[in-house]
């Protein structure tokens, strides 16, 4: 099958005929301009179209572009076919996107010899964008942003080779007009064979008619010498000086318009990068955060949110909040040991919350290697050199044992001991801790370091939780009637909830009695019945009701339920020890002024 093809129709043609012709599967017809693109031939034909017949490499161009397509995601396919011609076959771009990306998965830049696309010089602004982004680190720490990069490149670089293609339509446009131009009275009867041959049935050849190639063959060769000129095939020696002028003035224009995009491009992902390095600092997981239906996506309101500035102030003052944390972990029903998973490290340390050590008290497993002065643990060589090293041999034992430097095997087992946490995941015995459920004061009193206090309460039962996978559950009350609550958790739309409560300031009064019936009615779920309550306020509360309180002591008979108090202020008042089985006083004023 034979296509004629033109630059300058505005018909369009179907996806899978596109794919056909870009593959090699139908024959495609090629415009004497270098401005290429996939329409529908124009009728009549004009000039300067012509039709080029398919050639025995159609089967290995469609194998080639079929395997470079196979190594990208699907959802970069429709972007890739959809870029101009002149840009390059499908399996050459393919392959540099293809290169692209698995550079940027490794953490680095691609070299510039590795890869034929972009074109230059959009391809060397690109590169120095990426690397003043840093995203060849992101990339490589989360991959969930490849796709999304590569089909901003995508677009960017049509962009880029739609100028290109128009600055060469209008260079071709003027050597159409200077090649109709009479010359040594033969104008006109150039003309008129020009259009006989368009007229005729047989192919077009540099715009001349075959039948007619050997009476005029200077004006071939000249129009074809022009054509040459406009595709770049010739030196620049050979241009001519206003080709050279025009030429300069093209390459300065579309080294602009590459500047202008890669300035877009850090525009755009600047903002992003930076947020996710505030979230990386904060959990030790996001790839919940990064996943979408269409994969990340940069333009989701949660990487345009204002609270991220708040969130890390929060998170910094959080690093001198001990208190805090050990307040946090202590919350919740459950733990110990439990089934192997990975979770957070922990260290024995005497007058701390129980948690999950090992310890060489209970040797029921060999783990390593490791140095000792126990005779039954050590190695066979060691026990050589006490039997067969002679004088010298057997003091060397000794020497080894009084150092407690003997190699043995390291017997150890998991039990239950105060310990502490530490900043690294590991595989342990651990069972599930209870969930939290948070009743937050945010009444105007709170305003302040109050406030502060409160939201980093909140940040860090949502960190503690995500840490220890555990759930977490959020009131914000006030006044009468005025409760906000919110799950918190480390997807999009828990975070998101958690950056606009950071956003807001508080106001209002103060009722307890609604968010601790809405507690207790949220514990009789089965998957809130081990939760513990905490609840964060300055003490300047009215009781709670007689029926309220009743049941607040009901399910810590019957259930072991504790209401926790954290209160933010220097005085303790009878209110919240009646609510409360536990009262904590906040202490570590300096962290947070």
Not at 359 to 375: A, H, I, N, Q
Not at 436 to 464: F, H, N, P, Q, Y
Request: charged fraction near 30%; charge should be negative.
């Amino acid at each position: 099958m034979d296509l004629v093809f033109c630059p300058r129709s505005r018909d369009t043609v179907s996806n899978n005929a596109l794919l056909a012709i870009r593959l090699g599967l139908t024959s495609m017809a090629s415009c004497t301009s270098r401005a290429r693109c996939f329409r529908a031939p124009c009728k009549p034909p004009r000039r300067g179209c012509r039709t080029v017949r398919s050639s025995g490499r159609d089967v290995q161009r469609l194998s080639d572009g079929l395997s470079a397509l196979r190594q990208l995601d699907e959802s970069l396919w429709p972007m890739l076919l959809e870029l101009p011609i002149a840009s390059g076959s499908v399996e050459r771009a393919a392959s540099s996107l293809k290169t692209w990306k698995d550079s940027l998965r490794k953490g680095v830049l691609p070299t510039a010899g590795s890869m034929s696309w972009p074109e230059e010089p959009f391809r060397s602004k690109l590169m120095g964008a990426l690397y003043e982004l840093e995203m060849p680190r992101f990339c490589r720490r989360h991959p969930q942003l490849l796709d999304s990069l590569l089909r901003q490149m995508l677009e960017l670089s049509a962009e880029f080779e739609a100028q290109r293609e128009e600055m060469n339509d209008d260079q071709y446009d003027g050597l159409e007009q200077q090649a109709k131009q009479p010359k040594s009275g033969k104008g006109e009867q150039g003309e008129e064979r020009m259009d006989d041959a368009i007229a005729s049935d047989e192919p077009i050849e540099g715009g001349v008619h075959k039948s007619d190639a050997d009476t005029d063959e200077k004006s071939a060769k000249e129009l074809q010498f022009h054509m040459e000129l406009n595709q770049g095939e010739s030196k620049d020696k050979d241009l001519l000086p206003d080709e050279q002028s025009q030429q300069s003035k093209d390459d300065k224009i579309l080294s602009e318009t590459a500047e202008r995009m890669a300035e877009e491009l850090i525009e755009q992902w600047a903002p992003i990068t930076e947020k996710l390095d505030m979230a990386s600092h904060m959990f030790d997981n996001i790839e919940s955060l990064l996943e979408g239906p269409e994969g990340f996506d940069i333009t989701t309101s949660v990487w345009r949110h204002s609270g991220w500035r708040e969130l890390d102030s929060l998170r910094k003052k959080l690093e001198n909040l001990k208190e805090l944390r050990e307040l946090v972990r202590s919350l919740g029903r459950g733990g110990g040991k439990g089934p192997l998973r990975k979770s957070t490290a922990e260290r024995s340390v005497p007058r701390n919350p129980l948690g999950v050590v090992r310890s060489p008290l209970e040797p029921v497993e060999t783990r390593s290697l490791t140095r000792s002065d126990d005779l039954s643990r050590m190695l066979p060589s060691e026990a050589a050199l006490l039997a067969m090293g002679g004088k010298y041999g057997r003091l060397l034992h000794f020497s080894r044992r009084a150092e407690r430097n003997l190699t043995s095997y390291e017997r150890s087992g998991w039990v239950e001991d105060q310990s502490i946490l530490l900043n690294f995941r590991e595989v342990r015995p651990s069972a599930e801790c209870g969930p939290i459920i948070v009743c937050l004061d945010t009444s105007g009193s709170m305003i302040g370091a109050r406030e502060t206090v409160a939201k980093a309460v909140a940040l860090e039962c949502m960190r503690g939780a995500h840490l220890q996978r555990r759930k977490c559950y959020l009131y914000a009350f006030s006044g009468p009637g005025q409760v906000e609550e919110m799950e918190l958790g480390v997807d999009t739309k828990n975070l998101l909830n958690l950056l606009d409560f950071l956003s807001n300031s508080f106001h209002g009064g103060t009722d307890v009695d609604e968010p601790l019936d809405r507690s207790l009615q949220r514990i009789n779920d089965s998957q809130w019945q081990d939760a513990d309550i905490l609840m964060v306020t300055d003490g300047e509360i009215r009781p709670p009701s007689d029926e309220l309180l009743e049941r607040l002591t009901a399910v810590n008979e019957d259930r072991g339920v504790e209401l926790h108090g954290l209160l933010v202020s220097s005085q303790i008042n009878d209110v919240m020890k009646n609510i409360c089985t536990k009262l904590h006083v906040f202490k570590s004023w300096k962290a947070v002024t």
